[in-house]
């Protein structure tokens, strides 16, 4: 089983950006995917969630109304869509796998983070 992030990198303030996660040995669409992020020196912070299926979706206050989340069950692919890039976006952000594991901002809030079933390796993004 893969989780591999892709599509971070150094923006300036006010920019864009698209990050992807392909999932491979897994059946993507039984799963609850999420993007999740960790700034230095920070704890892990859940940023959006989308609901197996795509039912429901949830983000953080943090990325409210500049993310979306998106996926391809076909392609086995979640995005995540990122515009008006701030500097306390910085962050590795870390695709994540669950089936039923429901919203990561609480999962990651009480500590139950072995409640993903999978992990990306994370894709760096630098707001400067």
């Known amino acids: 089983v893969q989780l591999v992030e892709s599509g971070g990198g150094l923006v300036q303030p006010g920019e864009s950006l698209r990050l992807s996660c392909v999932a491979s040995g897994i059946t993507f669409s039984r799963h609850d995917m999420s993007w999740v992020r960790q700034a230095p020196g920070k704890e892990r912070e859940g940023v959006a969630t989308i609901y197996t299926g795509g039912a429901s979706i949830r983000y953080a206050e943090s990325v409210k109304g500049r993310s979306t989340i998106s996926q391809d069950n076909a392609k086995n692919r979640v995005y995540l869509q990122m515009n008006s890039l701030k500097p306390e976006d910085t962050a590795t952000y870390y695709c994540?796998?669950?089936?039923?594991?429901?919203?990561?901002?609480?999962?990651?809030?009480?500590?139950?983070?072995?409640?993903?079933?999978?992990w990306g390796h994370g894709t760096q993004v630098t707001v400067s």
């Open positions: 994540a796998a669950g089936q039923g594991v429901g919203w990561c901002l609480d999962v990651i809030r009480v500590g139950a983070e072995a409640d993903f079933d999978y």
